[in-house]
């Protein structure tokens, strides 16, 4: 199993930035996945999840309404479109399969999370 995060850069606040996410190594289509973040000196926080057949969403409250969750399952690919970027926004991000029950997720839940990337660092930043 490999997932891979990219997209990750320096944003101003008020900006935009879309990560991608490259699975390989299992039948990404019959899996829900989502994003996590870390932020420096903080615990990982669950941002967003989406079902296998891409339908159904789900949304911290910190991010809801500014980020959108989004795959492709013929690449393979999981998207996460972040607007409205916040300085709180800052934080190592990575993509993960997510496990069967509906989200949200909190802390505890993240250990019963399948396989994770490496992630990809997004930097909030005047």
């Known amino acids: 199993v490999q997932l891979a995060e990219s997209g990750g850069e320096m944003a101003r606040p008020g900006g935009s930035l879309r990560l991608s996410c490259a699975a390989s190594g299992f039948s990404f289509s019959n899996y829900g996945m989502g994003w996590v973040r870390q932020a420096p000196r903080k615990g990982p926080e669950w941002v967003s999840a989406i079902n296998s057949g891409g339908d159904k969403t789900y949304y911290s409250d910190s991010v809801k309404g500014r980020f959108t969750i989004t795959r492709d399952n013929a690449k393979n690919t999981l998207y996460l479109q972040m607007n409205s970027l916040r300085l709180e926004d800052t934080a190592r991000y990575y993509c993960?399969?997510?496990?069967?029950?509906?989200?949200?997720?909190?802390?505890?839940?993240?250990?019963?999370?399948?396989?994770w990337g490496q992630g990809t660092q997004v930097t909030v930043s005047w």
């Open positions: 993960a399969q997510t496990p069967q029950r509906t989200p949200p997720y909190s802390g505890y839940d993240l250990a019963d999370f399948g396989a």
